[in-house]
């Protein structure tokens, strides 16, 4: 309100001398009475306007002074409110953060605890892969020294003969019967055959021996050029006929053995190369009725001569079957003949039950009309009646009739 008031004072006193510019503008004489009135008023107006002012500049230093002494306690209450409030807001800062890296220091222990078990297995399962691997290595060394004595074995033309001798004989053992096959059996001919599986006639028994070309095979394999290529078919091909003329002359024996005989290869890169490159010398073995087969083909073809021995053991039992049914037959017949008698004596019992049946019931009649007799005092005992009365006559035809 004193500043509204200040503010109207400076307007009139900016207007009182805006109006005495004017005056001395249009030259109006002081002498003049109203002039000298209107001056006199005006001058008592701008002093009271400036008593006024005066008096409001006082009002208005002391509100500025209150102004300010209520600005500073305002100041001061706003400034300890801001204090208090950022000590407040820094401790909760404070505990905020020591719960956060409480939790973050248990959240990294975990993680670490977690890491260092997640390692220690990691640690464990390396190490058991590591002895595994250690295991591996040691079997590949056992394996590559067994492929060096295999190698060793197979260079020795004796000892790759006995491999294949092994390897048939164990094939043969695992798919036959022991009844079925002999091994190392000696032919009437002298001549000792691999294996002789013996088959029913036909065909009778096989004689299977083992053959292995190997040093054929491998410089077969191994020609750099067209004219070592060709060298090494021409021996191949005159090392396998061979072992099919020793096979057909020596292990097909009329009337012991079939007409037929199987010569076992016990690689089956070589039965490969045999019937892929070479099918003449496959149809000459053939002619020369010896069957060349690998270990794949010599298991199909154990194979069936267990199915053919199946079935012959199967035929043996079937003719037992058919005695022991025949023999069934005839029992049965003998029953139906022992039944028939047995009905004819029970037709017989049944006829003297019938026959006595009716004896029983003539007897029973008879006691019934004995029953219904009767005597009175008047008449005779029958002790006392003549002999030869008409009532004992009478009385004795009836029974006799009866």
Not at 249 to 266: D, H, N, S, W
Not at 308 to 334: C, P, S, T, Y
Not at 385 to 390: E, N, Q, R
Request: net charge negative.
């Amino acid at each position: 309100m004193d500043s509204l008031v200040l503010i109207v004072a400076v307007v009139v006193l900016a207007g009182l001398g805006f109006i005495l510019f004017r005056l001395t503008r249009l030259a109006v004489p002081v002498s003049d009475p109203h002039m000298q009135n209107m001056l006199v008023t005006l001058g008592t107006a701008q002093a009271e306007l400036a008593g006024r002012l005066a008096q409001i500049s006082d009002r208005a230093g002391s509100a500025q002074a209150e102004l300010a002494r209520s600005l500073n306690e305002r100041l001061d209450a706003l400034g300890a409110k801001l204090q208090e409030s950022q000590n407040a807001s820094q401790t909760n800062l404070a505990m905020a953060l020591n719960e956060r890296l409480d939790a973050m220091g248990k959240r990294v222990g975990d993680s670490l605890i977690e890491s260092t078990e997640k390692t220690s297995q990691t640690m464990t399962d390396l190490q058991k892969r590591l002895v595994l691997i250690d295991e591996a290595q040691r079997n590949l060394t056992d394996l590559s020294s067994q492929v060096v004595s295999l190698q060793d074995i197979l260079s020795n033309k004796q000892a790759r003969g006995a491999f294949g001798e092994v390897q048939l004989g164990d094939m043969v053992r695992d798919m036959l019967p022991p009844a079925a096959y002999q091994l190392q059996a000696q032919l009437s001919n002298g001549k000792r055959a691999d294996c002789l599986i013996n088959l029913p006639n036909p065909p009778g028994s096989i004689a299977v021996d083992s053959k292995f070309p190997l040093e054929a095979y491998r410089a077969l394999r191994e020609a750099r050029d067209d004219a070592a290529r060709v060298l090494a078919a021409r021996a191949f091909v005159t090392d396998v006929r061979k072992h099919v003329d020793d096979i057909s002359a020596r292990y097909i024996v009329p009337g012991e053995t079939a007409e037929m005989a199987i010569m076992f290869l016990p690689s089956e890169a070589v039965y490969a190369e045999l019937h892929a490159n070479f099918p003449q010398v496959v149809e000459y073995g053939h002619k020369g009725r010896v069957f060349i087969v690998s270990p794949s083909t010599m298991w199909a073809t154990l194979h069936t001569m267990r199915a053919i021995l199946k079935d012959v053991r199967m035929r043996e039992q079937a003719g037992v079957i058919q005695k022991e049914v025949m023999e069934i037959f005839e029992d049965v017949n003998r029953l139906r003949t022992r039944t028939a008698n047995l009905r004819k004596h029970f037709g017989n019992v049944e006829s003297d039950v019938r026959d006595i049946e009716i004896s029983a019931d003539k007897i029973i009649r008879r006691a019934d009309r004995i029953r219904e007799v009767q005597i009175s005092d008047d008449d005779a005992a029958p002790d006392e009646l003549p002999i030869g009365s008409a009532t004992g006559n009478v009385t004795a035809r009836t029974l006799m009739a009866d």
